[in-house]
């Protein structure tokens, strides 16, 4: 039986990789020689990811898998979300998401181990104005939080809470109208909207526990306004995966969501943090791509 074409495409400078400049070695070590031909990419700039995705399905890829954070997770899955090349992540940023909620983890010897065997599960995926997602996006403060992440030159947890701690009075309450499924739109004024299609922000804060993957639907979250000392008082939720019990949590799993926002306000998607148009509409794909995933995910 041939061997299956599995490329590597890893971001060097990405959180947890910047001491791991062997990383091909790792991948070495640990990876099945007798079930994988192994080739093995680093990224170099910013959407160089996409460009070796495309290149690996060129070249004929069985296996594509993302080695860094949930920033690299979007920009490799995002090439192939709708083919039949298979999605795979080793976690190596500093918050990991996706990997923490597919059950992955954060160790990179454990998830080569879940590579080996080889399961796979099929997933949804998201399209924000047009640009698919597969974890979570939103507006409001944790957009603004994941902007200021990526634009700051230290990362890890502790510079993470550090501008969160810093943020958390000074942002200010957003108005937003949202339309769920097609219905008019409604006001709201909160501190931020989630549209996710799994549980997990990085540093396995979970923002909404109730999303799924695979049920072919997407979760919007409204954190709506409440003084602030609610929100910190709240936050043990956040960690045990309980915050939808909050009063201020409004939750709706459904198909598609438009947004107007405030004009340059900051959106993030897997998060990473930019502005966009004022108008955002948020879609469910279905079944749409292939993830290797832990048995029991």
């Known amino acids: 039986m041939p061997k299956q074409k599995i490329h590597f495409i890893v971001n060097p400078i990405s959180g947890a990789l910047r001491k791991r400049k062997d990383i091909d070695v790792f991948i070495q070590k640990y990876l099945d020689q007798e079930q994988f031909e192994p080739f093995i990419k680093m990224t170099e700039y910013a959407g160089h990811a996409i460009e070796l995705a495309q290149q690996a399905i060129k070249d004929g890829a069985d296996i594509v898998v993302a080695v860094g954070g949930d920033g690299s997770v979007n920009e490799v899955s995002s090439v192939l979300i709708g083919t039949d090349i298979v999605f795979g992540v080793v976690p190596g940023g500093s918050g990991n998401g996706f990997a923490m909620h597919m059950g992955i983890g954060r160790k990179i010897k454990k998830a080569i181990e879940i590579i080996n065997q080889g399961h796979i599960q099929v997933i949804d995926s998201i399209t924000l104005n047009g640009k698919p997602y597969i974890n979570l996006s939103g507006v409001g403060f944790a957009a603004n939080i994941a902007y200021r992440f990526k634009e700051n030159k230290q990362r890890g947890f502790m510079n993470y809470l550090k501008i969160t701690m810093e943020q958390a009075f000074r942002y200010p309450f957003q108005k937003y109208e949202i339309s769920v499924d097609g219905n008019d739109y409604e006001k709201r004024e909160c501190l931020m909207v989630e549209i996710a299609n799994s549980t997990s922000f990085g540093y396995n ?88 995933a832990p048995k029991n995910a």
């Not at 409004?250 to 148009?277: L, T, W």
Request: proline share 7%; charged share 25%; net charge positive.
């Open 205 to 292: 804060f979970k923002p909404a526990p109730l999303a799924k993957v695979d049920d072919g639907l997407l979760e919007l979250v409204i954190v709506n306004k409440t003084p602030k000392l609610n929100y910190f008082a709240a936050f043990p939720r956040m960690i045990n995966g309980q915050i939808h019990k909050s009063y201020f949590i409004e939750r709706k799993a459904c198909q598609k969501v438009d947004i107007r926002i405030p004009e340059n306000s900051y959106v993030h998607m897997d998060g990473e943090g930019f502005i966009e148009s004022h108008e955002l509409q948020y879609q469910i794909v279905p079944n749409s791509l292939k993830v290797i």
